[in-house]
């Protein structure tokens, strides 16, 4: 069977960018049973941002519950914190001396908060630790040492994808082939989900909408999204709207049909807001249930967790002494 993996770092609660992005995606891909799936909390990734105890924890949790709470089956999906799995830092390192450092200099996310200081008057490199600067490298490390064929994810995460493929590629050809080469798969139609402002939704521009907020929240936040200011009763363009692209996420496809024609008719951004939460609130209100009786158990979440860890240390395992006996250690 093919692998399929997706991580996602837990630096504050998931939100509807992430769902559309990569969880659901990476579940749908674990319900056809076509696919052997690795789905994972980016522990260590997120300790590049995230250095308080409590919030850390919380975050954790929150991350691994939601992945539980929208239908995450952990006997059939290998479902692990990153921080459980040492297999994946050791193979880091081993990928860190077969990467070139300019490679890592043209990261998108390094990049742009160089560019950040430099506006800023800054010297480059202030506030940048070198877990940010090597971050893609731990990430093909988790993408790599399960040999994963493709990669759900987000737009954003595209070049980290294509980065753990030129690192395979270095690698199969000093070492002989070793890593088949993972695929990203990004939905065009979701590759980025706009978030309250119109820019995409992410946590570090605070314009998210967390899945998981009470259903007042969320009637607040779908109220305050962005439109422009055309009339209620003048024709609007569905296939380039926020509201439109996630009432699609949550709504039946009769809806979906109907709203496409109101669009065309002509209908207010408040009653298409109204709309939304309704089909969003109707869509999340179980999983919602769900998440908030797991986060008041975490032990149930470790036990869950430390189950997928085992799993994955399995494979990881047998595969890292492979790799290391064709680089010479011995085993
Ligand atoms: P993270 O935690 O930022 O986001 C998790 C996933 O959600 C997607 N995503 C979005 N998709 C569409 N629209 C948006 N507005 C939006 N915001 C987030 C992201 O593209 C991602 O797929 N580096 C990764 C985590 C990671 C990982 C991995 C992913 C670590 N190791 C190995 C895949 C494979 C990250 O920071 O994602």
């Given at each position: 069977k093919k692998v399929v993996l997706t991580g996602i770092k837990s630096t504050?609660?998931?939100?509807?960018?992430?769902?559309?992005?990569?969880?659901?995606?990476?579940?749908?891909l674990a319900a056809s049973n076509e696919y052997s799936p690795y789905y994972f909390i980016a522990d260590y990734h997120s300790l590049t941002t995230v250095q308080n105890r409590e919030q850390f924890k919380e975050y954790v949790y929150g991350i691994a519950a939601s992945w539980l709470a929208l239908g995450l089956d952990p006997e059939q999906s290998t479902f692990?914190?990153?921080?459980?799995?040492?297999?994946?830092?050791?193979?880091?390192?081993?990928?860190?001396?077969?990467?070139?450092?300019?490679?890592?200099?043209?990261?998108?996310a390094y990049k742009s908060a160089v560019e950040q200081n430099l506006q800023n008057s800054l010297d480059q490199d202030a506030g940048i630790n070198i877990g940010v600067y090597s971050y893609p490298i731990l990430m093909?490390?988790?993408?790599?040492?399960?040999q994963s064929d493709i990669v759900p994810v987000g737009k954003d995460q595209i070049q980290h994808v294509e980065i753990a493929r030129d690192i395979a590629t270095h690698f199969n050809h000093v070492f002989g082939e070793t890593f088949p080469l993972p695929q990203y798969l990004v939905d065009t139609s979701t590759a980025v989900v706009p978030g309250l402002d119109g820019r995409k939704m992410s946590k570090s521009y605070n314009n998210t909408i967390p899945l998981f907020c009470g259903e007042k929240e969320l009637e607040k936040l779908t109220k305050r999204i962005v439109t422009d200011s055309t009339p209620p009763q003048e024709p609007k363009d569905p296939d380039h709207s926020s509201l439109f692209l996630l009432y699609q996420e949550f709504a039946?496809?009769?809806?979906?049909?109907?709203m496409r024609n109101n669009y065309h008719s002509g209908i207010g951004w408040g009653e298409v807001k109204r709309e939304l939460f309704q089909v969003m609130n109707r869509y999340l209100e179980q999983p919602r249930q769900r998440y908030k009786e797991l986060?008041?158990?975490?032990?149930?979440?470790?036990k869950i967790l430390h189950y997928g860890a085992e799993k994955a240390r399995h494979e990881a395992n047998h595969f890292l002494k492979k790799i290391k006996e064709k680089i010479g250690y011995s085993g």
């Open positions: 504050g609660r998931p939100h509807v960018g992430n769902y559309i992005g990569a969880i659901k995606p990476a579940l749908q692990y914190r990153q921080a459980d799995v040492p297999e994946i830092m050791e193979l880091s390192w081993i990928l860190s001396c077969l990467t070139p450092k300019g490679l890592m200099n043209r990261a998108h093909a490390s988790d993408i790599l040492l399960f039946s496809e009769d809806e979906v049909k109907q986060m008041s158990n975490p032990r149930e979440i470790d």
